[in-house]
């Protein structure tokens, strides 16, 4: 019982500073991940335009690309049927539009319990606007009209049904780019598209990513060869120079950046000597040759020459009972302060002797 | 203290119960009410200890942290706060910078303030001798700048070469020479050092920032202008003098070895004696002695700058440098090969190949390269912006290649390649791209290399532009939460690019909430930036309640026009801007505000367009004023507008006006149309 009552309050003690220091890394390591995901979302962002999940935000918005293209070019015709699917497009989107709509007041505002009719004619509709391979692009967007119409009947939810006629004019779009739009966007609008599509067309996906050769790979200069540089030349000691140190100091100065909060101020700080150095305990500018504590507190090692027991001896006990609380000295006063002790009753011997104590 | 004593004393107190447990019970053995520790991590091994009685304990190795771990934990918690200034800025409230200009300003007085301070203190170190810190702090104490040592002797020499005293120090290497004594090789070695690095120039004193920034902006500038040879003479406008004191010395020098040689060059170099650094070096070839790769770099560098050659010629000479590095055994560096392609930069079109080469020459032989190295191909290959057909695809490679990567300094111009990248990106509109040159800044302390304040807003500016022309407007506009103004403050184009795209996907509620940033960023006098907005909101009709909120913004611009005339001589207030205002004002109801600015554009003597006028007499009809209609008219009249007249027949037709109002109408068209050949070509809307 006893036992166990001690090595609970002695492992603590020697556990104490590890498991701060370990909790320390703990808080790091959290943060540091914290980090990475702090730096995630950025990436997040780009992502979410690209990926399916998102699809009603990024087809909501092709979506308004192409019928802002067709607001002057399309006819009354036209603007009938592409009306669902605008009319099936939240509000707000509605209010984008809302030009658009002023013009179809007077359409046909029921919706008729299949879509197919009104999409085809709207595939058409669009097929006829992109004037790009008219046949190919009615026809697939036929193809996947009837692979939705399977879904459209089951859920008759006009959810599903957006977001199918969603992806079909946002697909409309991609297979449209290679050509030339008309317009009636802000100028710098028409630049950027235009400047895409070049781009677009330049760099096919394929020619882009894996096709195209590496340029960072190839043919060298041949001058230098791995062996030579890399084997280790008698390096003779010289103190820097002027040169080195200045090359230096610019390099420093390459990543210098204002403070980000005020935990790198205080950093800066420690680092100029300005501030107290943590962790704040009784150690701060207490250097002594790297001792330990233990080597403060342990002291009874010292007190092997002594009798085993006796008055000396417990004199002694006291005496580095005594030092080991001492925070002042080092380890090699507490030492030389037993030495004092050892010589002082080795000179003392006779007195001792005589009153029938024996030092050895 | 006590608190301190009392740690160590229960430490003590719980080891000295476990070692002298066994042997007897000590004066605390019988003490386990002693504080109990939580988190015991070396349990079991204790117990182990126990039970075979072993009385030797395996005491843990204390762990020593570097000084600063605490804080740096600490400091990894604290997140950007995307609602304040940067950290740096945050100061009185009234001296926080809302604007880039102001930033820089504020950064440089903080700075020349501390240089200040440090000035008077280094220059009168006698006044500031107390030393009030307790342990003592050496940084704050004044440096000695003076030297110590009266004498005439090497020590003194020594230590004014360490002090960087150019002119004291050759003195005193004269005052030596005519006293016979002969200085040490090492010694004169270090005299050369001084006197090449800077040039046989005292260095400036401590004014690193200032001199840096100075630099910097001329980099800039010649980086924009593509003007490399302006920049070479502004940047080192300290040239290299002939027989000048390095030159002297040198030639008194009684031995020389490599290192004199060596230093001579690069000094020559590094102050544009471009010839006599390549002559130098075939003396030292003719001495039998080996340059180091320092040198060569400097060579390399001299070769490349040299005028009147070709740049196959300049290519050609390279090369046989590199041949003759190989055959001296001289290991290339980092630097040799990044020299090599900040100076291929300048061969434009022929440098491309062999700058591929170089590159593929130093991942062959093992020389990690830095980020400058990717800057200059960078630069190289996106040298002429306007050709965007045949633009080169090598910034997917390199941007493959560094993801996910992080780096440290290793050359000065490290900071510019994130800043490039970012130009490149948005040049080639690719958005995706961008993100993953953000994506690098980002990872690590890459974000460290983003250079200096002018740079960072360059990279945003550009990255923010290309949001505003590619991404969805609710992204664009975390963004822009995001990223100002904690990051970087807008410039004015910059909001104009936001308004665009905000016009493009048809979000125009923002645009007063734009303003109101726009105002706090310092853009309150930008004419072109409320001309977009005021044009932006009066374009088309919106619903009620964003027409009142657009006539309070309009309202607001107003006043900026109208604080304006009172600040500057020259009140100049373009005719789009008062029609937009008036129409908003119109459109809004405030129909008093609107009818005075019919006013200012009589007394600013400017016209107004059709399209308003006709929406002040649909105003006037909505509220069947005929007097106002006539006044309508009336100023038309005055204007000798064409439109006058529709304006007059539409009276007649909507309103209910009186004999007296018929006649004078019938006045008032009848002059115009006198006027109207004459005015015909002044007016234009």
């Known amino acids: 019982m006893v036992w166990a009552a001690r090595n609970a309050l002695l492992i603590p003690v020697v556990a104490g500073t590890k498991n701060n220091v370990q909790r320390n890394f703990g808080t790091n390591s959290v943060n540091y991940s914290k980090k990475d995901e702090q ?53 707000s989107v509605e209010a984008t539009i809302g030009s658009l709509q002023k013009t179809l007041e ?57 977001i199918s006629v969603s992806n079909i004019i946002s697909d409309m779009k991609v297979a449209k780019s290679a050509t030339g739009r008309v317009s009636t966007r802000p100028v710098h609008q028409i630049q950027f598209d235009e400047g895409t599509d070049s781009l677009m067309g330049q760099k096919t996906d394929d020619l882009k990513k894996s096709l195209r050769k590496n340029m960072l790979k190839g043919k060298r200069l041949n001058i230098f060869y791995l062996k030579t540089v890399t084997e280790e030349a008698p390096k003779t000691e010289t103190a820097p120079s002027l040169w080195d140190v200045e090359f230096a100091k610019q390099l420093a100065m390459v990543n210098e950046q204002p403070l980000q909060n005020g935990f790198a101020e205080m950093i800066q700080w420690t680092k100029e000597g300005k501030l107290w150095e943590f962790p704040i305990d009784n150690e701060a500018g207490f250097d002594d040759d790297g001792s330990e504590f233990h080597e403060h507190v342990f002291l009874d090692k010292h007190l092997k020459d002594f009798p085993k027991q006796g008055p000396i001896r417990h004199f002694m006990e006291l005496v580095t009972c005594g030092l080991s609380k001492n925070p002042y000295l080092s380890v090699k006063q507490k030492i030389e302060h037993i030495e004092w002790f050892r010589n002082y009753f080795n000179e003392k011997q006779d007195i001792l002797k005589e009153s029938g104590i024996r030092l050895n | 203290m006590a608190a301190v004593a009392a740690r160590r004393w229960l430490r003590f107190r719980c080891k000295v119960c476990l070692t002298l447990t066994g042997q007897r019970a000590g004066p605390c053995g019988q003490a386990p009410n002693c504080r109990f520790y939580s988190g015991s991590a070396t349990v079991p091994k204790v117990e182990r200890a126990n039970v075979t009685g072993i009385e030797e304990v395996v005491i843990p190795r204390k762990k020593t942290w570097d000084k600063v771990a605490v804080l740096q934990a600490l400091a990894s918690t604290v997140n950007r706060d995307t609602t304040a200034a940067p950290y740096a800025f945050q100061d009185d409230p009234y001296l926080i910078p809302t604007s880039s200009l102001e930033s820089r300003s504020f950064l440089l007085a903080k700075k020349s303030g501390e240089n200040a301070a440090k000035y008077i203190i280094n220059s009168h ?5 107390k030393d009030i810190a307790e342990p003592h702090i050496p940084c704050l104490m004044p440096e000695y700048f003076e030297p110590q040592i009266e004498d005439i002797s090497e020590a003194a020499l020594r230590e004014r070469i360490k002090l960087k005293k150019v002119k004291a120090s050759v003195d005193m290497f004269d005052q030596l020479l005519q006293a016979g004594t002969t200085v040490s090789l090492e010694t004169s070695n270090s005299l050369l050092d001084l006197l090449c690095y800077y040039g046989d120039k005292e260095p400036s004193t401590d004014n690193h920032f200032q001199q840096s920034e100075k630099s910097e902006e001329l980099e800039e500038a010649a980086e924009e202008n593509n003007e490399k040879p302006k920049k070479a003479n502004h940047q080192f406008g300290n040239l290299w003098r002939p027989e000048n004191n390095a030159e002297r010395i040198f030639a008194l020098m009684p031995e020389k070895n490599s290192h004199s040689y060596c230093t001579m060059i690069r000094g020559m170099v590094k102050h544009r004696a471009l010839v006599q650094a390549l002559n130098l070096y075939t003396e030292l070839l003719n001495n039998k002695l080996h340059a180091d790769v320092y040198t060569f770099n400097a060579l390399i560098e001299a070769t490349a700058l040299s005028a009147h050659e070709k740049p196959e010629d300049k290519w050609n000479n390279i090369l046989e440098l590199l041949k003759q590095m190989a055959a001296q055994k001289v290991k290339p560096n980092l630097q040799t090969f990044n020299t090599i392609l900040k100076c291929l930069r300048r061969f434009h079109a022929f440098g491309k190949v062999p700058a591929l080469q170089t590159f593929r020459e130093m991942k062959a032989i093992g020389i990690e390269p830095s980020l400058a190295t990717y800057h200059y191909l960078i630069q190289l290959f996106y040298h002429h912006e306007n050709h965007s057909k045949g633009s080169s695809l090598i910034i997917y490679d390199i941007m493959n290649e560094l993801t996910g990567r992080k780096f440290s300094p290793r050359d000065p111009d490290d900071d510019m390649f994130f800043q490039s990248a970012m130009r490149v990106c948005s040049f080639l509109r690719d958005l995706e791209l961008a993100y993953q040159v953000h994506g690098l800044l980002n990872t690590g302390d890459n974000w460290k290399f983003i250079g200096p304040d002018h740079r960072r807003n360059f990279y945003y500016s550009k990255f923010f532009s290309l949001l505003c022309l590619m991404e969805q407007i609710d992204v664009t506009l975390k963004w822009y939460k995001d990223l100002i103004p904690s990051v970087f403050f807008p410039r004015s184009q910059t909001l104009i690019d936001l308004l665009q795209a905000l016009d493009v996907a048809n979000r ?16 309150t006098f930008r004419s072109d930036l409320k001309e977009e907005i005021l044009m932006l909101m009066a374009r088309d009709q919106h619903p009620p309640e964003l027409q009142v909120a657009f006539a309070n913004c309009a309202a607001d611009i107003k006043s900026t026009y109208e604080s304006q005339d009172g600040r500057q001589a020259a009140p100049e207030w373009p005719a789009n801007s008062l029609n937009s205002i008036a129409v908003l004002f119109l459109r809004a109801g405030r129909t008093q505000e609107a009818w005075k600015m019919l006013g200012l554009f009589k007394k600013h003597n400017k016209i107004p367009g059709n399209k308003l006028l006709n929406e002040f007499m649909d105003s006037a009809k909505a509220s069947s004023s005929p007097a106002q209609a006539i006044e309508i008219v009336k100023l038309a009249g005055t204007f000798s507008l064409p439109i006058c007249e529709d304006l007059a027949r539409r009276v007649m037709a909507d309103f209910a006006i009186s004999q007296e109002q018929k006649e004078a109408l019938g006045n008032l068209t009848s002059l115009t149309t006198d006027s109207d050949s004459d005015s015909d070509t002044s007016e234009g809307k």
Not at chain 1, 59 to 84: A, H
Not at chain 2, 125 to 129: C, M, R, T, V
């Open chain 2, 508 to 523: 125009l509620e923002v645009i007063p909430q734009i303003w109101k940033d726009s105002k706090e960023y310092g853009h």
């Open chain 2, 125 to 129: 170190p006698k006044y500031f001798q």
């Open chain 1, 39 to 91: 730096s995630a979302p950025t990436h997040g962002i780009s992502k979410e335009t690209e990926s399916q999940e998102s699809v009603k935000e990024n087809t909501k918005k092709d979506l308004l690309d192409i019928i802002k293209g067709m607001k002057i070019e399309l006819s009354t015709v036209n603007v009938q049927t592409t009306k669902p699917s605008s009319r099936r497009q939240r509000k």
């Open chain 1, 106 to 162: 007077d359409a046909p505002k029921k919706r008729t319990k299949s879509v197919s009719p009104e999409l085809e004619a709207a595939a058409s509709a669009v097929a006829d606007f992109l004037r790009f391979d008219k046949q190919t692009t009615k026809s697939e967007l036929l193809r996947q009209l009837q692979q939705h119409e399977e879904v459209s009947k089951t859920q008759k939810d006009g959810e599903r049904t957006k």
